[in-house]
């Protein structure tokens, strides 16, 4: 099975940087995925990572370490658009399944 | 390009009665799936499929049935419905190859009363 862990919510302000934290358990890991979610609208996807390191894409960065069953998502310049949930998932390829498990989700607020 | 179509959007069901959910995409992605999204909490799988023909049980499917017929469409069945099924319905699909993140159908807000 898989255990994911995210902190329920964060605050942070306009222009300024933060960091949302994710753990996991799993087994039979086949990549971790960040995606954002507007308050009564479906998700969209992030980032993917599935070794070790950063990948950037523009404001957002996602970072893997799968020794440690660790990820973060670094949104940086927050902007008043950014207030979302933000919900980590790991996909499971056993069986050629390719199904993802998420977390919780992280409540960002950005305030002026 | 539609990407995933889901509908109906909103629904009110009588305890007991039975519905399907339509869940549809044009991007030829093998894998689908249904998860369900109660307040404050993440996305809970309740069956997926990695192609026609192939379906399986995620963590939640109780009261719930699947059918993969075709690439493109993958409904969701409520046999009998309960107010426990009280929920938002999202569908997803992706390719199973590379860096695929899902993309989701807009929802289905279900209250079943």
């Known amino acids: 099975g898989q255990n994911i862990d995210q902190p329920t919510e964060m605050t942070a302000t306009e222009g300024a940087i933060v960091q949302i934290n994710c753990t996991y358990q799993?087994?039979?890991?086949?990549?971790l995925f960040w995606y954002q979610q507007h308050a009564g609208e479906a998700p969209t996807f992030l980032s993917y990572?599935?070794?070790?390191g950063l990948e950037e894409k523009g404001r957002f960065s996602s970072f893997l370490s799968r020794s440690k069953g660790y990820s973060y998502l670094l949104l940086k310049e927050l902007q008043m658009k950014d207030s979302a949930s933000y919900l980590c998932?790991?996909?499971?390829?056993?069986?050629?399944?390719?199904?993802?498990?998420f977390g919780d989700g992280t409540t960002l607020t950005v305030k002026p | 390009n539609a990407g995933v179509t889901q509908t109906p959007k909103f629904q009110v069901l009588k305890t007991g009665q039975s519905m399907t959910l339509q869940c549809a995409q044009d991007?030829?992605?093998?894998?689908m799936s249904w998860y369900r999204q109660d307040p404050g909490m993440g996305l809970r799988l309740i069956h997926y499929s990695v192609g026609a023909g192939i379906t399986d049980q995620g963590e939640v499917p109780n009261g719930y049935n699947v059918s993969r017929s075709t690439t493109e469409d993958f409904p969701l069945r409520l046999l009998s419905a309960a107010p426990s099924q009280t929920s938002v319905y999202f569908c997803a699909s992706s390719t199973t190859r590379g860096a695929a993140g899902y993309t989701f159908g807009s929802g289905t807000r279900l209250t079943v009363v």
């Open positions: 799993t087994s039979g890991f086949n990549g």
């Open positions: 998932a790991v996909r499971d390829m056993r069986r050629n399944a390719g199904k993802s498990t």
């Open positions: 991007m030829n992605h093998e894998y």
């Open positions: 990572n599935v070794l070790d």
